[in-house]
C-alpha cells in the first residue's frame, strides 16, 4: 500500500511563475490537508478538502493560493504570481474516514514526503 | 486562536540519559499527536493521546496528556543515536476542521 505521494519533491520558480504541487492521497483516504512549513518552524494548516469538496480553507493566504480536490485525479494546490515568501516546504496528508465521530476518532493524518519550493 | 507550544527547541544529550520534551496548548482539546521528522524527510506519525491521563509506549519513548494543564510529555529513556530527530506535537483544533495545530518543533541531538 503506497504512502501518501507528492510531486515534485523540488520545484524552483521564478517571482511571477505558477507553481502546481500534486498530492495523491493514501489509498483507501478520502480526506486530503495540506500544510506548509518554514525553516525552523512547525507546519502551518493551510486548506482541508475532500472529493470536490472544500471542507476549511482558513488557512490559505486569500490571494494567489487555490486547492482542489477532483473526483478523479490528485489534490492540487496552486500558487499562482509566486513571490520570494512563498519558499517553504509544502506537506500533503491523507486520512481515512474518522472511526467514528467524537473524540474517540483518531483520526491519523499520514504525511507524504513534501515538495520543497524554491522562488528565485 | 490555539497556540502550541514546545519546549525545549534544542536539546543535545548523550546516549543514555534520559529527557522529557514538553508541549503546552492554549485551548481545550482532547486530541494530540506526536510526530518525528528526519531532515528532509516526511512526519512519521509517533502517539495519538485521545483522552486525559492517556499514556502511550513504544520503544524508549513515552507520551502523556493531562488535558487539564493542556500539557503532553514525550519522554525519552535511555536515549540512543537513532532518535535523533525533530519531534513536533500537533493538537486538534475542532469544529470539524480537523486541521492541525503544529508547535515549533524539538530538534533533538543524541550524541554517542
Known amino acids: 500500500n503506497a504512502g501518501v505521494m507528492q510531486n515534485p519533491r523540488h520545484l524552483v520558480r521564478r517571482r511571477g511563475q505558477e507553481a502546481r504541487l500534486r498530492c495523491s492521497p493514501m489509498?483507501?483516504?478520502?480526506?486530503v490537508y495540506w500544510y506548509r512549513q518554514l525553516p525552523e518552524e512547525g507546519l502551518k494548516f493551510m486548506v482541508y478538502?475532500?472529493?470536490?469538496?472544500?471542507?476549511?480553507e482558513s488557512g490559505m493566504p486569500k490571494e494567489r493560493f487555490s486547492a482542489e480536490f477532483p473526483k478523479e485525479g490528485p489534490s492540487i494546490l496552486r500558487i499562482q504570481q509566486v513571490v520570494r515568501g512563498d519558499s517553504a516546504a509544502y506537506f500533503c496528508?491523507?486520512?481515512?474516514?474518522?472511526?467514528?465521530?467524537?473524540?474517540?476518532?483518531?483520526?491519523?493524518?499520514?504525511f507524504g514526503a513534501g515538495t520543497r519550493l524554491s522562488v528565485l | 486562536e490555539l497556540k502550541v507550544e514546545q519546549n525545549p527547541l534544542f536539546l543535545s544529550m548523550q546516549e543514555g540519559k534520559n529527557y522529557t520534551i514538553y508541549c503546552n496548548y492554549s485551548?481545550?482539546?482532547?486530541?494530540l499527536y506526536w510526530y518525528r521528522q528526519d531532515p528532509g524527510k516526511s512526519l512519521e506519525s509517533l502517539f495519538v493521546?485521545?483522552?486525559?491521563?492517556a499514556v502511550k509506549q513504544e520503544g524508549r519513548l513515552m507520551a502523556s496528556l493531562d488535558t487539564k494543564a493542556r500539557l503532553s510529555t514525550l519522554h525519552i529513556t535511555a536515549a540512543v543515536h537513532d532518535l535523533s530527530a525533530t519531534y513536533f506535537c500537533?493538537?486538534?483544533?475542532?469544529?470539524?476542521?480537523?486541521?492541525?495545530?503544529f508547535g515549533k518543533g524539538t530538534h533533538l541531538i543524541i550524541q554517542p
Open positions: 496528508a491523507s486520512s481515512p474516514l474518522p472511526e467514528g465521530t467524537g473524540p474517540l476518532a483518531k483520526n491519523i493524518q499520514y
Open positions: 500537533a493538537v486538534y483544533s475542532g469544529g470539524g476542521a480537523d486541521g492541525l495545530t
Open positions: 478538502l475532500q472529493k470536490e469538496n472544500i471542507i476549511d
Open positions: 493521546l485521545l483522552s486525559n491521563g
Open positions: 485551548t481545550t482539546s482532547d486530541r
Open positions: 489509498k483507501g483516504h478520502s480526506h
